[in-house]
């Protein structure tokens, strides 16, 4: 099958949306597809052979933030000359709300045309505006994939029509094997001896997200830490992330700040091995979240995970029963959850147990074959993508359009 | 005068234009539901020839293959209108035979029946996503069909109201479980 991915969002940024589209892309090629991705990104970045770059995108305030986005004249004609070229049974668009790439490819193209929402954000100011504009491109899309079922609800509530749920995907045993750091390890672990308790009880808690984002919650676990450390004096938090450090732990007792180790950005190796050496990997995330990949890679290494009660994170551990969960912003909640799960291995391994079995539904080889199965639901029987002519309107109507 | 003259034609001209780019919307909305029902139709055909092949392959015990052979074969001949039910009835037979693991497990142990649960699997994955998309495109029609200009200047023409495929396709719990 030749397959068509648009990616809305910088290659040479990295994200979410970005490393989902470089994992489904090299799936397929893998399975032996023709795959090729529509990427913004400079000229000079080095691509992987299958991306083709859409030019660079250009930074403008949009939302309440500024977005790296793709749109115009140029970018325009980039997309069609590239649905010409690729001639594509199928093209996939991701996010095709955000007036970047993904609504220019809508706009630009006719027939099978799959599309994924990867973010739940409220209905934006702009969005209303663009209704109409939005409802036309969107009317194209003949299956629409949403990340979970918290994504598809407020599509379903803010677009209309209906979706199926496809979760991201993740490379399980990537994460089931990565060997674990001592250094990252407490005491225990390191000793397999399992229990411990009384005063010199410790662990290691795991915290990976942007230090500086408030949205990830690592304030909400900087208020829960002197709770923990009263009653575990010896465990340790190790934070991997962008961010002020010293910003971070101001709020914390000046004694205390030790237990607290950053590790700045980690790469995807080391994010595995993090992962498979602590004790309890914490996501206090209090909004914004539609899916929780993070939870997902934290299951695949065998870390207990606790995290947030946000609706998307309540899904991906099975309403509580693959991970356990706190209220959301409270770190009284945090802390308690924290001190009992790090007192109890029992209970740690029967986490570690249930969300490696909860997780193989996330594995690529699960979530690919979905996809796919989205892929020939459309294309059975249909015409392969062209350039839309009816869409550049007044000069084909009038005969004028030139080929 | 002229000019006010002008100004009605420019006027007029502009609203033709985007009522045509309206019937160009909905014409490409009703291909669309021609496709998501055409795949549907395939999709639903796939589910009752798996069920039928695995009913008359002898791996299952005879009253199971009885029900399922019904079922199956009631699916595929149903009139028009009599298929929701039909097909909503093959879904129930199929959750009632594949209740249990046990089962599914029985069925990949025989000779080729590795390759049937595969299909399937698939076949009862792929009947709710065919019918999703299909009413997907039902849904946008029908929105843009009760809207007034498309109303008042019948830029429907004669198509058919579009309607939804209303049916139960939960699939059997053994075969839909992720985790394994």
């Given at each position: 099958m030749r397959i068509g991915i648009v990616c809305p969002?910088?290659?040479?940024v990295p994200g979410g949306v970005q490393f989902h589209i470089r994992d489904l892309a090299e799936y397929f090629i893998g399975l032996g597809h023709e795959v090729s991705v529509l990427a913004p990104a400079d000229d000079d970045t080095p691509l992987p052979p299958y991306v083709v770059s859409a030019g660079r995108a250009v930074p403008v305030p949009y939302n309440g933030s500024v977005a790296r986005l793709n749109f115009g004249f140029l970018s325009a004609a980039r997309v069609r000359r590239w649905l010409h070229e690729g001639r594509f049974d199928v093209i996939h668009i991701h996010e095709?709300?955000?007036?970047s790439l993904g609504l220019l490819a809508c706009w630009a193209a006719q027939g099978p045309i799959v599309a994924t929402f990867h973010t739940s954000n409220p209905r934006s100011r702009a969005m209303i505006a663009a209704y109409a504009i939005l409802q036309a491109a969107l009317e194209k899309i003949s299956a629409r994939v949403a990340v979970s079922e918290y994504a598809r609800r407020t599509l379903v509530e803010h677009l209309g029509g209906d979706a199926v749920v496809i979760p991201n995907g993740v490379d399980v045993d990537f994460f089931a094997r990565a060997e674990p750091r001592p250094e990252w390890q407490s005491e225990e672990a390191r000793s397999s001896v399992e229990g411990g308790g009384g005063r010199r009880a410790g662990g290691t808690i795991g915290f990976i997200g942007r230090?500086?984002?408030?949205r990830k919650g690592l304030p909400v676990l900087m208020r829960a830490l002197p709770a923990i450390l009263a009653a575990r004096p010896h465990t340790r938090l190790l934070v991997a992330g962008r961010g002020d450090e010293k910003e971070a732990v101001e709020g914390l007792p000046a004694e205390l700040r030790s237990r607290v180790e950053f590790l700045g950005m980690i790469s995807d190796e080391e994010k595995a091995r993090f992962l498979r050496s602590v004790d309890l990997y914490v996501a206090p995330n209090t909004g914004?979240?539609?899916?929780?990949?993070i939870l997902v890679e934290a299951m695949s290494a065998g870390a207990p995970v606790l995290a947030s009660d946000l609706d998307a994170f309540a899904q991906v551990l099975d309403q509580g029963k693959a991970g356990e969960l706190f209220t959301n912003e409270d770190a009284d909640a945090l802390a308690e959850a924290a001190v009992r799960l790090l007192a109890d291995p029992g209970r740690r391994a029967e986490l570690r147990e249930r969300g490696s079995t909860h997780v193989r539904r996330f594995d690529w080889s699960t979530v690919g074959a979905d996809i796919l199965s989205v892929y020939e639901t459309v294309t059975a029987g249909a015409a392969a993508v062209a350039t839309?002519?009816?869409?550049?309107g007044l000069r084909a109507r009038l005969g004028l359009a030139r080929d | 005068m002229t000019p006010t003259l002008i100004w009605i034609l420019v006027a007029l001209v502009a609203v033709g234009l985007y009522l045509s780019w309206t019937a160009g919307r909905l014409d490409r909305l009703h291909a669309r539901i021609d496709a998501a029902r055409a795949a549907l139709d395939a999709q639903l055909l796939r589910r009752a020839s798996v069920t039928q092949e695995l009913a008359t392959s002898?791996?299952?015990d005879p009253a199971a293959s009885i029900v399922l052979y019904e079922a199956a074969h009631a699916a595929r001949q149903a009139e028009e209108d009599q298929r929701e039910v039909a097909e909503s009835e093959l879904s129930q037979a199929l959750r009632a035979v594949f209740a249990e693991v046990q089962q599914v497990e029985e069925v990949r142990e025989a000779p080729g029946g590795e390759e049937t649960a595969r299909e399937l699997t698939e076949a009862v994955r792929r009947v709710p996503m065919a019918r999703r998309f299909h009413n997907d495109a039902v849904g946008a029609a029908r929105r843009l069909r009760e809207h007034r200009k498309v109303r008042w200047f019948r830029?429907?023409?004669?198509?058919?109201?579009p309607m939804s495929f209303e049916m139960?396709?939960?699939?059997p719990a053994a075969l839909a479980d992720r985790s394994a």
């Open positions: 969002y910088s290659w040479d095709p709300t955000s007036p230090i500086d984002e408030p914004g979240e539609s899916f929780g990949i839309d002519e009816r869409a550049t | 002898g791996v299952l830029l429907a023409g004669h198509a058919p109201f139960d396709d939960e699939p």
